[in-house]
């Protein structure tokens, strides 16, 4: 006997009840969930399954708007003719070639992911295939039942790609390649071995670019969230503009609260300033043995300060970090040839779609 349950999310998430499932990244944990859910579009869900291997979980959202940010979108990451990630045309086939074009094909569809671009299954049961199909099959009875289009999950690590992609398959879905994960692994103790591990190109070349903010009157260090929230949430919206995505300040005011309040001295924030005034900033959490990229603000005047993004990003938190105490810095997806440039090691991710 088995059973699943998929629940729409009203109120706050339930982060202790989740951290029960024993989730083994950064950005599947309670207090990150708490905090971030938010950021997926369209409703959050829950997804619980309990039967004999034991327990096993999923979260997301139902996706109903064509427009929503792409990254989330199965119909822009499947179908849109400027491809959100290239490695999904790469094999110059379509994904499930009978779907149609049209937004309608997929969406509305319930999206399986925890923002920050991880769709593992968490939970003991997360492993056994039998377990996890049976869960995916209850959920596509759920999600048919709701008028949805498609299931998908989207941004698996090789481990559990193994797993869901049999299981997608006999419920007449696909999987494909999506993209990769950029993660940096912590080889150094400090300054001194950092510089170690770096060839002597890359060492120059950091301290080309550091002396470059300098020359600019830029210091680079570390800040208190709480101290600098107002000039944060300054530098996120204006970056999030420069992109061409939706800035909803009080939305980002609200997650930027929630993350203070949930890490408190495990959220950390390494700044770029000029005259006092924040430029660039990066922003990370550090859960488990990971520094997990929350994300990454840069106002005007620090676009053209050159270097100010890299700084913060990189080279800031690197100098921070020590493999006592950390084991990755995770940079999440994106910019790929920038971040391998940096030490990040490429993780393939894989999407997987499930027509209803």
């Known amino acids: 006997m088995h059973s699943t349950e998929v629940a729409r999310l009203s109120g706050p998430f339930d982060g202790p009840s989740w951290d029960r499932l024993g989730p083994g990244a950064a950005v599947q944990g309670g207090r990150w969930l708490t905090a971030?859910?938010?950021?997926?579009?369209?409703?959050?869900?829950?997804v619980s399954h309990d039967g004999s291997d034991g327990a096993l979980g999923f979260t997301g959202a139902v996706v109903r708007d064509g427009d929503a940010y792409e990254a989330y979108n199965p119909w822009a990451?499947?179908?849109?003719?400027?491809?959100?990630?290239?490695?999904?045309?790469?094999?110059g086939r379509r994904v499930l070639p009978h779907l149609g074009d049209g937004?309608?094909?997929?969406?509305?569809?319930l999206l399986l992911v925890a923002p920050g671009y991880l769709g593992d299954p968490v939970g003991p049961a997360a492993d056994h295939p039998d377990s996890v199909k049976r869960c995916l099959a209850d959920v596509c009875a759920w999600a048919g039942d709701a008028g949805l289009a498609t299931v998908s999950v989207l941004y698996t690590r090789p481990a559990a790609s193994r797993v869901?992609?049999?299981?997608?398959?006999?419920?007449?879905?696909?999987?494909?390649?999506?993209?990769?994960?950029?993660?940096?692994?912590?080889?150094?103790d400090d300054e001194e071995s950092l510089a170690a591990v770096r060839s002597k190109r890359r060492r120059i070349?950091?301290?080309?670019?550091l002396r470059r903010l300098a020359e600019?009157?830029?210091?680079?260090?570390?800040?208190?969230?709480?101290?600098?929230?107002?000039?944060?949430?300054?530098g996120r919206c204006a970056l999030l503009r420069w992109y061409g995505q939706p800035a909803d300040e009080a939305a980002e005011r609200r997650r930027l609260r929630t993350l203070i309040d949930s890490f408190g001295e495990d959220l950390l924030l390494f700044t770029a300033q000029v005259?006092?005034?924040?430029?660039?900033?990066?922003?990370?959490v550090a859960d488990m043995r990971t520094l997990q990229n929350v994300y990454v603000g840069t106002t005007e005047l620090g676009r053209n300060v050159p270097y100010a993004h890299l700084a913060v990003t990189y080279h800031a938190p690197m100098r921070h970090v020590g493999r006592e105490r950390y084991d990755w810095i995770d940079y999440g997806v994106g910019h790929g040839d920038?971040?391998?440039?940096?030490?990040?090691?490429?993780?393939?991710?894989?999407?997987?779609?499930?027509?209803?």
């Open 77 to 91: 990451i499947l179908r849109r003719e400027d491809p959100v990630f290239p490695e999904v045309r790469a094999l």
């Open 205 to 209: 070349e950091v301290r080309r670019q």
């Open 275 to 284: 005259e006092g005034r924040l430029i660039a900033h990066a922003l990370f």
């Open 338 to 356: 920038t971040k391998r440039t940096q030490g990040c090691e490429a993780v393939p991710l894989m999407g997987h779609v499930i027509p209803l």
């Open 164 to 188: 869901l992609a049999p299981a997608v398959g006999a419920l007449g879905g696909e999987s494909f390649d999506l993209t990769t994960r950029s993660m940096m692994p912590v080889t150094w």
């Open 103 to 109: 937004r309608e094909a997929i969406l509305p569809g």
């Open 36 to 46: 971030m859910l938010s950021r997926l579009p369209g409703e959050p869900v829950r």
């Open 216 to 234: 600019h009157g830029c210091s680079v260090g570390t800040g208190v969230p709480d101290e600098l929230f107002d000039e944060v949430i300054e």
